[in-house]
């Protein structure tokens, strides 16, 4: 599950929101509250004098007290002032008139009618300030809940950045500080545990990795020279037949070639190795002709024409194996889609096309024609899928740039920007 926003975000939100929820359902619940014990206490007060105006009233149509105002009148009329309430029924009733709150209570008897007033413009003014009150909790709880947040959610995230910032600085190699005894043990600590064993695997395996590649480079450079010095050791032979010659150049040219690829593989295996090891500097159009030479001579018996076009001659800051090792891969595949036909590549001053008359990539495979292991629908010759993903790999590690695409015409195109 992916997030948006940050744990630290995500902490300090939570609290203001918690707040506020918090905070509204108090203040509801007190208002609520307040609202109907204020109902409550005016009906039993108000309705109660009432009823005792009705019994004690002797004759007297209007009676005052501190508070309140009681009236009787007959049925069907109102106290002066107020003939409005004459449409109200029995009962408790709250009105506004000339700028004073009532709370009216009404009763009816024997064909009399009974009204009692009580001004509660003071309560009202006073329910108005407690609300004012209620909000301003409201506010302050935010406000607090707020800054909580903030302060909480340093502290919960200073550890997590701690570890974030030693871990980017820790190096994998074999002997290297454990992280966990310099946090709590607490879920941070066991985050730190977890990476220090991950640490130790990775030691372990890089380890491994430059054993391998030591190893390797090792046991194929004792084959690969043994090859080198008999062709080498054929070719100045003068005894050696005419018709050897040629096979023994191209044995030479094989050994050498593969010796320049083992070392680029090798060094695509290594993390944060210099390439100035494998040479610096490579004539791109001298080693495409060597490498067109080469592939010409395979394709004897197949109806392929390969051709060569050397617009510039451009020079790159780059090992020369690797170069080459770009240009055999995509030729290899520009091949493997085409049974007839011709191959083309076009050098020019910035960049490398080989283009090919074959069936075209399917427009599903070119989305994942460099994985490794991906091999597209219409190739007509058996592999693994590897020499692409190893291309994209040494224009990845040079910075360059490599895209295939297939023509609506059909065929297929790939494009090496190389500057």
Not at 143 to 160: C, D, E, Q, Y
Not at 162 to 182: F, I, Y
Not at 184 to 206: K, M, S, T
Not at 368 to 391: D, H, Y
Request: glycine letters at 8%; charged letters at 25%; one cysteine or more.
């Amino acid at each position: 599950m992916s997030y948006r926003h940050s744990l630290r975000t995500r902490l300090i939100l939570s609290y203001p929101l918690l707040g506020a929820i918090v905070g509204l359902l108090l203040a509801g619940l007190l208002f609520f509250a307040l609202e109907s014990l204020e109902r409550q206490l005016m009906n039993a007060y108000v309705m109660g004098d009432l009823q005792h105006f009705m019994d004690n009233t002797n004759g007297v149509t209007e009676m005052h007290s501190a508070h309140w105002v009681a009236y009787r009148t007959p049925t069907g009329e109102a106290p002066s002032g107020f003939k409005f309430l004459a449409d109200l029924e029995s009962g408790l009733h709250e009105i506004a008139h000339k700028g004073r709150e009532y709370d009216v209570g009404i009763a009816e008897r024997a064909g009399e009618r009974f009204y009692l007033l009580f001004d509660d413009t003071q309560l009202e003014q006073h329910e108005q300030i407690f609300t004012l009150l209620l909000a301003g909790i409201f506010l302050v709880t935010t406000f607090a809940a707020t800054w909580f947040g903030f302060w909480l959610s340093r502290r919960v995230i200073r550890p997590i950045k701690d570890l974030a910032q030693r871990v980017q600085a820790t190096e994998p190699k074999a002997e290297s500080k454990p992280l966990a005894r310099e946090f709590a043990n607490d879920e941070v600590g066991n985050l730190a545990a977890a990476f220090d064993a991950y640490q130790d695997r990775l030691a372990a395996f890089i380890c491994r990795e430059r054993e391998f590649t030591a190893d390797a480079s090792h046991e194929l450079r004792s084959p690969l020279a043994v090859i080198q010095a008999t062709a080498e050791g054929m070719l100045t032979n003068s005894a050696l037949p005419s018709a050897l010659r040629p096979k023994a150049e191209r044995i030479m040219r094989a050994a050498e070639g593969m010796a320049g690829t083992l070392e680029v593989l090798l060094w695509l295996a290594r993390e944060k190795v210099e390439s100035s090891s494998l040479g610096n500097w490579t004539d791109l159009a001298s080693e495409l002709e060597r490498l067109v030479v080469n592939r010409r001579e395979s394709l004897a018996g197949r109806p392929i024409e390969l051709d060569l076009d050397l617009r510039a001659n451009p020079k790159l800051m780059a090992p020369p194996a690797a170069a080459i090792m770009v240009v055999d891969n995509l030729l290899r595949n520009a091949l493997a889609y085409t049974t007839e036909g011709h191959v083309r590549i076009l050098l020019e001053e910035d960049r490398l096309l080989v283009e090919d008359s074959g069936p075209g990539i399917a427009a599903a495979d070119l989305q994942r024609i460099f994985e490794r292991g991906k091999r597209g629908a219409n190739v007509k010759r058996s592999g693994r899928g590897l020499g692409l993903a190893i291309a994209s790999r040494l224009c990845e590690r040079f910075g360059w740039s490599l895209r295939l695409e297939s023509p609506t015409d059909g065929g297929g195109r790939a494009e090496w920007r190389f500057r």
